[in-house]
């Protein structure tokens, strides 16, 4: 358990769902963090102070100029006790404040106030949810950082139905936990690498990972076509999202297979790596790791579509002004995946430099996958090479933008999706 002794400050906000905190707060204590509760003023009206101070074993801070509050423990105190700063619910309100840097109440405050990584957890209706304004805010926010867990989609309060829905309530401690372990593991702190790549520890049966017992196999990178003993054609893949999503799916309690090009990437504590060079070896390593046993299968690779028709037993000479290849198609490893007989969940990623929607949504079909996630490379600083990313994750009924923001929190969020999807 990564949060065993992490100091978690619980930001309520005035939603409906602010009913659920004290059972955030009970999750939260389960796991072992130690949690202090902050009221927005409108929260009040959802969740009573006493409970939430019953719960927690600590006083419920609500004021900012509270002359009694602030003799007690200040909020830059408050601020620098915590390691992690979690807002759930997080109302569309919320959002919207913290997109433009408000201060104006003790909340709003100690998210400017605290080095300490936060994270949110918005609920709101349908409508609010998707409105421009607070998608606007939400990519704000995320590029500068904080950490966006959901929401969920399905039927709301207001009898609407969509996403809007805050997590459940023991998901948002189990993803705050593996993001807590994934932030140590990054860091080096080995014992809590451990925890992040799905190494049993005391407790966590209690609370199995969203992913717990669920075989995922990962494609990752570039793939290398060889023309002769010396030369390849290959593309910019880095294999960060890839990387990143096996290192999520571990921390969220997946066996994972990672089979991956070549890429300058250290492998996951705890993750199985297949190595593989060209297209048709990464073809032949998935359909082996599949047949075996895959509940999930993500096709994170950019693998080549086309491998050289007679690769030269030796080095080519330049003799010649001018010379021709001839390439021949690759196997297309997804989608021969995707028409097994029972083929697992399929998730695959679609590149584009242009008609972003229009191909993703093709492939989908084509394919008949089960999610796509799709990003467009043609932006410089998102994608192929980088540490951020951009994705529009689409289903056959639903769409969904993950605003940019770096790989390893992307990976959460599409992971989460995936889940939801997966448990439908
Ligand atoms: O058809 P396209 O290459 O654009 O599709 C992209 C998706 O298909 C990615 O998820 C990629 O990993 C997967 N793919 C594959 N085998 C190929 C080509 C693409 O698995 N030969």
Redesign the pocket.
């Known amino acids: 358990m990564a949060l065993q002794s992490v100091n978690v400050l619980l930001g309520v906000t005035g939603g409906i769902a602010a009913y659920k905190a004290p059972d955030l707060v009970r999750k939260l204590t389960g796991l072992g963090a130690n949690v202090r509760v902050v009221l927005s003023p409108s929260s009040a009206a959802f969740v009573t102070p006493l409970s939430l101070q019953a719960v927690s074993g600590n006083i419920v801070h609500q004021h900012l100029l509270d002359p009694e509050a602030e003799a007690g423990m200040g909020h830059i105190e408050l601020a620098r006790w915590a390691d992690v700063l979690l807002i759930a619910p997080a109302t569309a309100h919320c959002l919207a404040k913290l997109a433009h840097g408000m201060a104006d109440d003790l909340l709003t405050t100690l998210v400017l106030a605290t080095p300490a990584p936060i994270f949110i957890a918005p609920a709101m209706n349908q409508q609010m949810w998707a409105a421009a304004a607070t998608q606007a805010n939400l990519k704000t926010i995320t590029e500068r950082g904080i950490t966006c867990f959901g929401p969920a989609s399905g039927e709301q309060a207001c009898g609407d139905i969509g996403y809007g829905r805050m997590l459940e309530t023991v998901d948002i401690a189990q993803m705050l936990d593996e993001a807590v372990a994934a932030l140590k593991a990054l860091s080096g702190n080995e014992k809590t690498a451990a925890t992040a790549t799905n190494e049993p520890s005391e407790g966590s049966q209690d609370t199995p990972g969203l992913l717990a017992g669920k075989h995922i196999v990962i494609?990752a990178g570039p793939t290398r076509e060889a023309i002769d003993p010396v030369r390849y054609i290959s593309n910019h893949s880095s294999g960060k999202m890839g990387y990143c999503l096996a290192v999520q799916a571990l921390a969220m309690g997946a066996e994972v297979t990672l089979v991956s090009g070549p890429v300058d990437i250290p492998v996951p504590m705890g993750c199985k790596v297949i190595q593989v060079q060209s297209?048709v070896d990464m073809h032949a390593a998935v359909m082996h790791a599949v047949r075996q046993s895959c509940d999930i299968f993500i096709?994170?690779?950019?693998?080549a579509?086309y491998r050289v028709a007679d690769i030269a037993s030796q080095k080519i000479k330049k003799d010649n002004d001018e010379m021709t290849l001839t390439l021949v198609k690759?196997?297309?490893?997804?989608?021969d995946v995707a028409a097994l007989p029972s083929p697992p969940f399929t998730l695959?990623?679609?590149?584009e430099t242009h008609d972003v929607e229009r191909y993703a949504r093709g492939?989908l079909t084509r394919?008949k996958l089960n999610m796509i996630a799709a990003n467009d490379v043609s932006q410089p600083d998102i994608g192929f090479n980088q540490n951020d990313n951009a994705l529009t994750v689409f289903t056959a009924d639903a769409q969904m933008v993950l605003p940019k923001q770096d790989k390893l929190a992307l990976a959460t969020q599409l992971l989460t999706i995936l889940t939801n999807q997966v448990r439908k």
């Open positions: 494609t297209a096709a994170c690779a950019a693998v579509d690759n196997p297309d490893i997804l989608a695959g990623f679609a590149a492939k394919k």
